[in-house]
């Protein structure tokens, strides 16, 4: 965690800043803390991206901050949560990122 403290603290931030599943080796109590921190980063003109497959990382993520890539014959798709309907009905309501990933809503995310 301190070290991504320090990343996103530099006084040069980076223009873009990718991270590849920042939960590895980090306590599960601060995963939450190190989202809002990227989110600060981002807010505050860096670009962050983030690749997970924590549950508890999406669980502190939000609608538009969220996407995922889809392979179909030989090509790449991005598609992002606020676009699908049910996963945005289901946040309004209330629920979490990280539990509807994991009950499969995220069409073609589950490798197959």
């Known amino acids: 965690m301190f070290a991504y403290l320090v990343l996103l603290h530099d006084p040069r931030p980076h223009p873009l ?3 590849e599943e920042p939960e590895n080796q980090l306590y ?6 190190l989202a809002e921190e990227f989110r600060l980063y981002a807010q505050s003109g860096g670009q ?3 690749s997970t497959r924590s549950p508890d990382f999406l669980n ?3 609608l538009d901050e969220v996407c995922w890539l889809v392979k179909r014959n030989g090509g790449t798709e991005i598609r992002r949560a606020r676009d699908d309907a049910q996963i945005a009905a289901y946040m309004a ?3 979490k990122m990280g539990y509807l ?3 499969g809503f995220f069409e073609g995310a589950d490798p197959e």
């Open 17 to 19: 800043l990718c991270v």
């Open 28 to 33: 599960p109590r601060l995963v939450t803390e």
């Open 48 to 50: 962050v991206l983030v």
């Open 60 to 62: 502190a993520v939000g």
């Open 93 to 95: 309501d209330g629920d």
């Open 101 to 103: 990933w994991k009950q």
